[in-house]
């Protein structure tokens, strides 16, 4: 079993639609939780931090984490054509090296 | 926020040759960077960890004669590949972290490495 799980798509939704992306983990050491957005041929881009249960918010993006179900999410509301993108999920215990989900291909149809 | 420069962008070369990439933090001091390979369609594969004045520490199955990893200052790593060779060719990505260890990377944006 991996470490992080997360579904790669494809994931194509319509323009203003409400995106959600999820990642199941099962190391419980996992603390800090990071969303990242990969645009092809791009270095990742760091969208949301967080390390405590519950939701964070940023402008249209809200990152999600329950600890005690080892699950973690990122909502895009109003997604626009210019967030077709690869999400990755990423989490580290403190002071550790971070894990990867291999990433979410997203697509936003005009 | 925090930025990293990763030069060059693409390089294509012979095989045989050694490529230097060079990983950059802007505006912050970067106590430790790292360097990930990438393959298409895959996640970010971690081959070693760079810390300022100090060796890189390589994961099982990179090699350190291969990769050589220099992080001479607070703001500059860099990766050689040495004698380069097709299968070499990948997307290496840098990252830099701020100096305390809970805070989180941040990436340059990559360099296509096609070896002919």
């Known amino acids: 079993q991996k470490e992080v799980e997360q579904d790669p798509g494809p994931l194509s939704v319509p323009e203003g639609a409400i995106v959600s992306l999820n990642c199941t983990y099962s190391?419980?050491?996992?603390?800090?939780f990071m969303w990242y957005r990969q645009y092809s041929r791009k270095g990742p881009e760091l969208l949301m931090y967080t390390y405590s249960s519950g939701n964070k918010e940023d402008g249209r993006f809200t990152a999600q984490v329950d600890k005690s179900s080892k699950y973690i999410s990122l909502f895009i509301r109003d997604s626009q054509p210019s967030d077709s993108a690869t999400y990755l999920c990423?989490?580290?215990?403190?002071?550790?090296?971070?894990?990867f989900g291999t990433g979410t291909k997203l697509q936003v149809i005009p | 926020g925090a930025v990293v420069s990763q030069h060059p962008s693409w390089v294509i070369c012979k095989s045989g040759t050694s490529v230097k990439i060079e990983c950059r933090s802007l505006?912050?001091?970067?106590?430790?960077m790292f360097w990930y390979r990438q393959f298409p369609k895959q996640s970010l594969m971690l081959m070693a960890t760079s810390n300022e004045g100090s060796k890189a520490t390589y994961e099982q199955g990179v090699e350190k004669d291969k990769f050589l990893i220099n992080h001479a200052s607070l703001t500059l790593s860099t990766l050689t590949v040495t004698s380069a060779h097709p299968e070499d060719s990948s997307f290496y990505i840098c990252?830099?972290?701020?100096?305390?260890?809970?805070?989180?990377?941040?990436f340059g944006d990559g360099t296509r490495l096609s070896i002919l």
């Open positions: 505006d912050f001091q970067a106590t430790t």
């Open positions: 990423a989490m580290t215990p403190p002071g550790q090296k971070v894990t």
């Open positions: 990252s830099a972290r701020l100096d305390r260890e809970v805070q989180p990377q941040h």
């Open positions: 190391n419980s050491a996992f603390q800090y």
